[in-house]
């Protein structure tokens, strides 16, 4: 499971001997030699692998990984090429559209994102097939919330877009003082259809974010 880039097993090499992450591991690998679970493995740490630190501008905050076959990618709210995308994926690319008056694009594979410093993390990083939230509670909470206090505590200007009421806990972890974080009702049908997700503007806001710090913006 240590199959990430340098950048951040140099940033969090304390994390990897620690009892909780050992656990973690042996949990995982279990699953995996046992189950079906997503994404493959070799795909667990995309988010790091396409974002390295020194990248990171934005980071978008998920839950769990889509439990589905081929769909999940390692990266949050992403799908591989040529696979439907999921409602909540939907919803974030209709508001991209009327948000940024793009185009809805054909690909839900968000590797483009990540390659130009979005950290697309989801909170547990695995999942067992068809079974939402089963790889929850076993140590990843706990991996990725050092991931993003770290990210908060030795870097700055950081866009992070916390969705929906789980992402918006993750708050506590972020120094408001020195990082921006905008935050939005969840792009699920449940939440958007509501009247929480349209209209949040926090594409354009990010991009209007970092170009107040002299980054170069994303192209959603």
């Given at each position: 499971?240590?199959?990430?880039?340098?950048?951040?097993?140099?940033?969090?090499?304390?994390?990897?001997?620690?009892?909780?992450?050992?656990?973690?591991?042996?949990?995982?690998?279990?699953?995996?030699?046992?189950?079906?679970?997503?994404?493959?493995?070799?795909?667990?740490?995309?988010?790091?692998?396409?974002?390295?630190?020194?990248?990171?501008?934005?980071?978008?905050?998920?839950?769990?990984?889509?439990?589905?076959?081929?769909?999940?990618?390692?990266?949050?709210?992403?799908?591989?090429?040529?696979?439907?995308?999921?409602?909540?994926?939907?919803?974030?690319?209709?508001?991209?559209?009327?948000?940024?008056?793009?185009?809805?694009?054909?690909?839900?594979?968000?590797?483009?994102?990540?390659?130009?410093?979005?950290?697309?993390?989801?909170?547990?990083?695995?999942?067992?097939?068809?079974?939402?939230?089963?790889?929850?509670?076993?140590?990843?909470?706990?991996?990725?919330?050092?991931?993003?206090?770290t990210l908060s505590d030795k870097k700055e200007n950081i866009v992070f877009l916390l969705w929906g009421g789980y992402a918006k806990k993750k708050e506590k972890l972020i120094d408001t003082s020195k990082h921006i974080v905008f935050t939005s009702g969840h792009p699920s049908p449940l939440s958007a259809n509501r009247g929480y997700w349209f209209g949040n503007k926090n594409?354009?806001?990010?991009?209007?974010?970092?170009?107040?710090?002299?980054?170069?913006?994303?192209?959603?």
């Amino acid at each position: 499971m240590l199959n990430l880039h340098k950048s951040w097993r140099e940033l969090l090499s304390d994390e990897f001997n620690k009892p909780y992450y050992k656990e973690l591991k042996h949990f995982v690998d279990t699953e995996y030699n046992n189950h079906t679970c997503y994404p493959p493995k070799e795909e667990i740490f995309n988010a790091f692998n396409y974002c390295h630190v020194n990248d990171v501008k934005v980071v978008i905050i998920g839950q769990d990984p889509y439990h589905g076959k081929n769909q999940a990618n390692g990266l949050s709210f992403s799908v591989k090429d040529k696979v439907k995308h999921p409602p909540s994926l939907v919803n974030i690319f209709k508001e991209i559209e009327k948000d940024l008056n793009i185009s809805y694009p054909k690909s839900g594979n968000l590797e483009r994102w990540a390659k130009q410093g979005v950290l697309l993390l989801n909170a547990t990083l695995t999942v067992r097939e068809a079974n939402a939230g089963s790889h929850q509670k076993k140590g990843w909470e706990v991996f990725t919330d050092t991931v993003i206090k770290t990210l908060s505590d030795k870097k700055e200007n950081i866009v992070f877009l916390l969705w929906g009421g789980y992402a918006k806990k993750k708050e506590k972890l972020i120094d408001t003082s020195k990082h921006i974080v905008f935050t939005s009702g969840h792009p699920s049908p449940l939440s958007a259809n509501r009247g929480y997700w349209f209209g949040n503007k926090n594409f354009s806001k990010t991009n209007k974010a970092l170009k107040a710090c002299n980054l170069l913006t994303i192209k959603w």
